[in-house]
């Protein structure tokens, strides 16, 4: 199989799986418990949380991990906006984020709060003036995903950071499809809060992590034990974590090199694509997007119907994002583009991982032109 829909789930690095196995059989303690095995996993859980702090310039004692992406934009979301409901009730995001966070603020909303859903402009990009704009004094946070799942887009996080912070408002950033596609920096991009999830770097499912600048003014979503530093209560997914830590590590060890080949790879497919078939268009932005997405429309076609035909063949991608593949709604990325409901059905996305290749790309390549043409023949 050529698995080119890494945008939903990467193959886990057989480097990471042989550290997470001990974690599993032989070093099982509980992080909480006192006696030797214990300690031996809690100081496994310190040395990955070092890991991941690293990879984005943050502090270790500024990570909690989490289960994925979709909990930590939960906590980051409803944390700060519970803990901070005296000091106002409104917040900003944009009309093409993940559900995870678009989902948290229509249940906010359902609480009292006021949520201002940005536009974007026909590449999908959100302008820092906008967000400008929508500040109000009762402002607590903007939450702005650093690249699109679905486009690639990515987004000017520095600088809506920086309007953020000069409006006196807290800023969080969805990264799940950003790290280790583009340097990530939570001071300079000036972001407080910031989700990232394993299973997209070549890690294992199940787990994440979410930062929390210094003195972050936060609450937990649900309580027990204390663990996490009192903001994530659960025995602590010790195998997972190592996980994490380790995918992080060697994901960003080459990430310059890795960011490249993935570029060169991503531009073949685009360049190739748009030269050999006829009513193709490329949604999102050409030059501000992620080294590893290429998402299309093509014309009189129905995505499923390319997606399973390229299946047959050996080739795995999708249309868009996988937590919405089965739902017969159209896109809400495409819509906030300006798409119509037609322009919605005849999306292919592909996402390239840095275990890629050109021979792969080819053979891609050699199938699309005759599998596009057949669909259409038979309209």
Do not use: W
């Not at 603020?105 to 302008?127: A, I, Q, W």
């Not at 929390?212 to 010790?238: A, C, D, H």
């Not at 890795?258 to 790879?265: A, F, K, N, P």
């Amino acid at each position: 199989m050529i698995y080119f829909d890494n945008g939903s789930t990467t193959p886990m690095d057989g480097r990471v799986e042989e550290e997470m196995l001990p974690y599993n059989n032989v070093y099982f303690g509980n992080p909480s418990s006192l006696h030797a095995a214990g300690r031996y996993a809690a100081n496994a859980v310190e040395r990955a949380r070092e890991k991941v702090a690293k990879s984005i310039g943050a502090r270790p004692k500024e990570i909690y991990f989490t289960s994925g992406g979709t909990e930590s934009d939960n906590v980051a979301i409803q944390g700060v906006a519970f803990a901070n409901r005296e000091r106002g009730n409104h917040i900003i995001t944009s009309a093409i984020e993940h559900h995870a966070v678009l989902n948290t603020c229509h249940f906010l909303e359902t609480e009292g709060f006021k949520v201002t859903y940005l536009p974007v402009n026909r590449d999908g990009l959100v302008s820092p003036d906008s967000v400008n704009n929508a500040i109000t004094p009762q402002t607590i946070l903007v939450s702005i995903m650093a690249a699109n799942n679905e486009i690639g887009t990515i987004q000017p996080i520095r600088e809506i950071g920086k309007v953020a912070k000069e409006g006196g408002v807290l800023f969080h950033t969805d990264a799940v499809q950003a790290l280790g596609k583009m340097p990530i920096d939570v001071d300079q991009d000036n972001i407080d809060l910031l989700a990232i999830s394993a299973h997209k770097l070549h890690g294992p499912k199940g787990v994440g992590a979410l930062f929390i600048r210094k003195n972050t003014n936060i609450r937990p979503l649900f309580f027990g034990g204390g663990q996490e530093m009192g903001l994530r209560s659960s025995t602590e997914n010790v195998a997972g974590i190592v996980g994490m830590g380790a995918a992080i590590s060697f994901g960003t060890q080459n990430m310059v090199k890795d960011i490249e080949i993935m570029r060169e790879l991503r531009d073949r497919i685009i360049d190739r694509t748009m030269s050999m078939v006829s009513g193709v268009f490329l949604n999102g932005s050409r030059s501000s997007r992620l080294c590893n997405n290429v998402h299309f429309r093509f014309d009189r076609i129905e995505g499923e119907s390319l997606v399973l035909s390229l299946d047959k063949m050996g080739i795995a991608t999708s249309t868009g994002s996988a937590c919405s593949s089965r739902s017969i709604e159209p896109s809400h990325v495409l819509k906030a583009l300006g798409a119509s409901n037609t322009d919605c059905r005849g999306l292919l996305r592909i996402t390239l991982n840095r275990m890629n290749n050109a021979d792969e790309v080819e053979y891609f390549l050699n199938a699309l032109p005759k599998i596009v043409s057949d669909l259409r023949g038979m309209y």
